[in-house]
Antibody
Framework: QLQLQESGPRLVKPSETLSLTCTVS??????????WAWIRQPPGKGPEWIGT???????YYNPSLKSRVTISVDTSKNQFSLKLSSVTAADTAVYYC???????????WGQGTLVTVSS | DIQMTQSPSSLSASVGDRVTITCRAS??????LAWYQQKPGKAPKSLIY???SLQSGVPSKFSGSGSGTDFTLTISSLQPEDFATYYC?????????FGQGTRLEIK
Protein backbone atom coordinates (compact mmCIF):
# COMPACT_ATOMS: atom_id res chain seq x y z
CA GLN A 1 0.00 0.00 0.00
CA LEU A 2 1.43 3.34 -1.05
CA GLN A 3 2.17 5.74 1.81
CA LEU A 4 3.49 9.29 1.85
CA GLN A 5 5.11 11.08 4.78
CA GLU A 6 6.08 14.75 5.01
CA SER A 7 9.10 15.86 7.00
CA GLY A 8 10.87 19.12 7.69
CA PRO A 9 11.02 22.10 10.06
CA ARG A 10 7.72 23.10 11.67
CA LEU A 11 8.79 26.68 12.34
CA VAL A 12 10.28 29.01 9.75
CA LYS A 13 11.25 32.66 10.19
CA PRO A 14 9.81 35.35 7.89
CA SER A 15 11.84 35.93 4.71
CA GLU A 16 13.52 32.51 5.02
CA THR A 17 12.97 29.39 2.91
CA LEU A 18 10.52 26.66 3.84
CA SER A 19 11.84 23.19 2.96
CA LEU A 20 9.86 19.96 3.14
CA THR A 21 10.47 16.43 1.93
CA CYS A 22 7.92 13.75 1.11
CA THR A 23 9.06 10.15 1.44
CA VAL A 24 7.16 7.61 -0.61
CA SER A 25 6.94 4.02 0.60
CA UNK A 26 5.16 0.98 -0.76
CA UNK A 27 5.83 1.90 -4.37
CA UNK A 28 8.27 3.59 -6.72
CA UNK A 29 8.22 7.32 -7.29
CA UNK A 30 9.45 6.61 -10.81
CA UNK A 31 6.20 5.08 -12.02
CA UNK A 32 4.57 5.82 -15.36
CA UNK A 33 1.57 8.17 -15.15
CA UNK A 34 2.21 8.98 -11.46
CA UNK A 35 2.29 12.65 -10.56
CA TRP A 36 3.57 13.93 -7.21
CA ALA A 37 2.09 17.05 -5.70
CA TRP A 38 2.35 19.51 -2.87
CA ILE A 39 -0.87 21.00 -1.53
CA ARG A 40 -1.31 23.33 1.41
CA GLN A 41 -4.22 24.32 3.59
CA PRO A 42 -4.15 27.47 5.74
CA PRO A 43 -5.95 27.13 9.08
CA GLY A 44 -9.71 27.20 8.55
CA LYS A 45 -9.47 27.42 4.76
CA GLY A 46 -9.68 25.09 1.78
CA PRO A 47 -6.78 23.31 0.10
CA GLU A 48 -4.51 25.17 -2.34
CA TRP A 49 -2.50 23.30 -4.95
CA ILE A 50 1.16 24.35 -4.93
CA GLY A 51 2.65 22.29 -7.72
CA THR A 52 3.13 18.89 -9.32
CA UNK A 53 6.18 17.05 -10.58
CA UNK A 54 5.61 14.36 -13.17
CA UNK A 55 7.27 10.96 -13.30
CA UNK A 56 9.07 12.32 -16.38
CA UNK A 57 10.53 15.22 -14.38
CA UNK A 58 8.30 17.97 -15.80
CA UNK A 59 7.00 20.39 -13.19
CA TYR A 60 3.90 22.58 -13.02
CA TYR A 61 3.52 25.34 -10.42
CA ASN A 62 0.62 27.43 -9.21
CA PRO A 63 1.16 30.83 -10.88
CA SER A 64 0.36 32.54 -7.59
CA LEU A 65 3.45 30.94 -6.04
CA LYS A 66 5.61 30.20 -9.06
CA SER A 67 8.25 32.86 -8.40
CA ARG A 68 8.97 31.37 -4.96
CA VAL A 69 8.49 27.61 -5.42
CA THR A 70 10.79 24.79 -6.43
CA ILE A 71 9.72 21.14 -6.50
CA SER A 72 12.29 18.44 -7.18
CA VAL A 73 12.53 14.68 -7.03
CA ASP A 74 15.23 12.29 -5.81
CA THR A 75 14.45 8.90 -7.31
CA SER A 76 17.38 7.24 -5.50
CA LYS A 77 15.72 8.05 -2.16
CA ASN A 78 12.11 7.73 -3.40
CA GLN A 79 11.47 11.28 -2.25
CA PHE A 80 10.31 14.58 -3.64
CA SER A 81 10.79 17.98 -2.09
CA LEU A 82 9.33 21.46 -1.79
CA LYS A 83 11.16 24.73 -1.32
CA LEU A 84 9.21 27.96 -0.80
CA SER A 85 11.32 31.08 -0.49
CA SER A 86 10.72 34.47 1.13
CA VAL A 87 7.96 33.18 3.36
CA THR A 88 5.56 35.39 5.29
CA ALA A 89 2.85 34.69 7.86
CA ALA A 90 0.47 34.07 4.95
CA ASP A 91 2.42 30.88 4.17
CA THR A 92 1.48 29.37 7.53
CA ALA A 93 -0.48 26.23 6.66
CA VAL A 94 -0.69 22.47 6.84
CA TYR A 95 1.44 21.21 3.97
CA TYR A 96 0.48 17.91 2.34
CA CYS A 97 2.16 15.77 -0.25
CA UNK A 98 -0.01 13.58 -2.45
CA UNK A 99 0.06 11.29 -5.45
CA UNK A 100 -2.19 11.60 -8.47
CA UNK A 101 -2.48 9.00 -11.18
CA UNK A 102 -3.49 10.28 -14.61
CA UNK A 103 -7.30 10.74 -14.85
CA UNK A 104 -7.68 10.25 -11.08
CA UNK A 105 -7.85 12.60 -8.10
CA UNK A 106 -5.21 12.94 -5.39
CA UNK A 107 -4.80 9.66 -3.55
CA UNK A 108 -3.20 8.92 -1.20
CA TRP A 109 -2.26 12.01 0.80
CA GLY A 110 0.38 12.29 3.48
CA GLN A 111 -0.82 13.06 6.98
CA GLY A 112 0.23 16.68 6.60
CA THR A 113 2.60 18.87 8.58
CA LEU A 114 1.77 22.26 10.07
CA VAL A 115 4.40 24.81 9.19
CA THR A 116 4.25 28.10 11.07
CA VAL A 117 6.00 31.22 9.83
CA SER A 118 6.95 33.33 12.80
CA SER A 119 9.95 35.10 14.26
CA ASP B 1 -7.64 29.89 -13.60
CA ILE B 2 -10.79 27.77 -13.37
CA GLN B 3 -12.92 28.82 -10.39
CA MET B 4 -14.81 26.09 -8.54
CA THR B 5 -17.89 27.22 -6.63
CA GLN B 6 -19.62 24.91 -4.19
CA SER B 7 -23.09 25.28 -2.75
CA PRO B 8 -24.20 25.38 -0.11
CA SER B 9 -21.24 26.46 2.03
CA SER B 10 -22.80 24.66 4.98
CA LEU B 11 -25.58 22.19 5.37
CA SER B 12 -27.42 20.74 8.38
CA ALA B 13 -28.92 17.30 8.07
CA SER B 14 -30.06 14.41 10.23
CA VAL B 15 -28.84 10.84 10.45
CA GLY B 16 -30.57 8.86 7.72
CA ASP B 17 -31.04 11.83 5.39
CA ARG B 18 -29.90 12.06 1.80
CA VAL B 19 -28.01 15.22 0.83
CA THR B 20 -26.68 16.73 -2.38
CA ILE B 21 -23.78 19.15 -2.75
CA THR B 22 -23.27 21.12 -5.94
CA CYS B 23 -20.03 22.23 -7.59
CA ARG B 24 -19.89 24.58 -10.56
CA ALA B 25 -16.81 25.24 -12.69
CA SER B 26 -16.23 28.63 -14.28
CA UNK B 27 -15.55 26.90 -17.59
CA UNK B 28 -16.03 23.41 -18.98
CA UNK B 29 -13.83 20.72 -17.44
CA UNK B 30 -15.30 17.63 -19.12
CA UNK B 31 -15.43 15.05 -16.34
CA UNK B 32 -12.08 15.89 -14.73
CA LEU B 33 -13.55 16.42 -11.30
CA ALA B 34 -12.82 14.83 -7.94
CA TRP B 35 -14.60 14.97 -4.59
CA TYR B 36 -12.92 14.72 -1.18
CA GLN B 37 -14.08 14.30 2.41
CA GLN B 38 -12.10 15.95 5.19
CA LYS B 39 -12.50 15.49 8.91
CA PRO B 40 -10.90 17.82 11.49
CA GLY B 41 -7.16 17.33 11.81
CA LYS B 42 -7.02 14.81 8.96
CA ALA B 43 -5.93 14.90 5.35
CA PRO B 44 -8.63 14.99 2.69
CA LYS B 45 -9.80 11.56 1.56
CA SER B 46 -10.59 10.87 -2.07
CA LEU B 47 -14.19 9.78 -2.69
CA ILE B 48 -14.91 10.27 -6.38
CA TYR B 49 -12.79 10.80 -9.50
CA UNK B 50 -13.80 11.32 -13.10
CA UNK B 51 -16.95 13.04 -11.75
CA UNK B 52 -18.75 9.76 -11.10
CA SER B 53 -16.26 6.95 -10.44
CA LEU B 54 -16.00 5.71 -6.89
CA GLN B 55 -12.51 5.52 -5.41
CA SER B 56 -11.60 2.02 -4.29
CA GLY B 57 -12.88 1.27 -0.80
CA VAL B 58 -15.41 4.09 -0.71
CA PRO B 59 -18.95 2.95 0.13
CA SER B 60 -21.60 3.14 -2.57
CA LYS B 61 -23.65 5.58 -0.48
CA PHE B 62 -21.47 8.23 -2.13
CA SER B 63 -22.25 9.03 -5.74
CA GLY B 64 -21.21 11.73 -8.17
CA SER B 65 -22.63 13.03 -11.41
CA GLY B 66 -22.20 15.79 -13.94
CA SER B 67 -20.06 16.89 -16.83
CA GLY B 68 -18.91 20.16 -18.31
CA THR B 69 -19.55 22.83 -15.67
CA ASP B 70 -22.13 21.40 -13.24
CA PHE B 71 -21.50 18.55 -10.84
CA THR B 72 -23.14 17.00 -7.80
CA LEU B 73 -22.11 14.79 -4.91
CA THR B 74 -24.92 12.85 -3.26
CA ILE B 75 -24.62 11.07 0.05
CA SER B 76 -27.43 8.72 0.98
CA SER B 77 -28.46 7.45 4.40
CA LEU B 78 -26.22 9.79 6.39
CA GLN B 79 -24.37 8.24 9.29
CA PRO B 80 -22.50 10.07 12.10
CA GLU B 81 -19.15 9.41 10.41
CA ASP B 82 -20.30 11.25 7.24
CA PHE B 83 -20.46 14.63 8.96
CA ALA B 84 -17.39 16.40 7.63
CA THR B 85 -16.30 19.00 5.08
CA TYR B 86 -16.48 18.12 1.40
CA TYR B 87 -14.40 19.65 -1.40
CA CYS B 88 -14.59 19.41 -5.16
CA UNK B 89 -11.43 19.79 -7.28
CA UNK B 90 -10.85 20.12 -11.02
CA UNK B 91 -7.90 18.58 -12.79
CA UNK B 92 -8.80 19.49 -16.35
CA UNK B 93 -6.10 22.15 -16.54
CA UNK B 94 -3.38 23.80 -14.50
CA UNK B 95 -3.50 25.36 -12.01
CA UNK B 96 -5.49 22.65 -10.27
CA UNK B 97 -8.18 24.32 -8.17
CA PHE B 98 -10.47 23.34 -5.30
CA GLY B 99 -13.90 24.52 -4.27
CA GLN B 100 -14.23 26.44 -1.03
CA GLY B 101 -15.82 23.50 0.75
CA THR B 102 -19.21 22.44 2.09
CA ARG B 103 -19.46 21.78 5.81
CA LEU B 104 -21.99 19.06 6.56
CA GLU B 105 -23.26 19.29 10.13
CA ILE B 106 -25.62 17.23 12.24
CA LYS B 107 -29.02 18.83 12.75
Amino acid sequence: QLQLQESGPRLVKPSETLSLTCTVSGGSINTYNNYWAWIRQPPGKGPEWIGTIFYSGSVYYNPSLKSRVTISVDTSKNQFSLKLSSVTAADTAVYYCARRVRYYGFDPWGQGTLVTVSS
Amino acid sequence: DIQMTQSPSSLSASVGDRVTITCRASQGISNYLAWYQQKPGKAPKSLIYGASSLQSGVPSKFSGSGSGTDFTLTISSLQPEDFATYYCQQYDSYPITFGQGTRLEIK
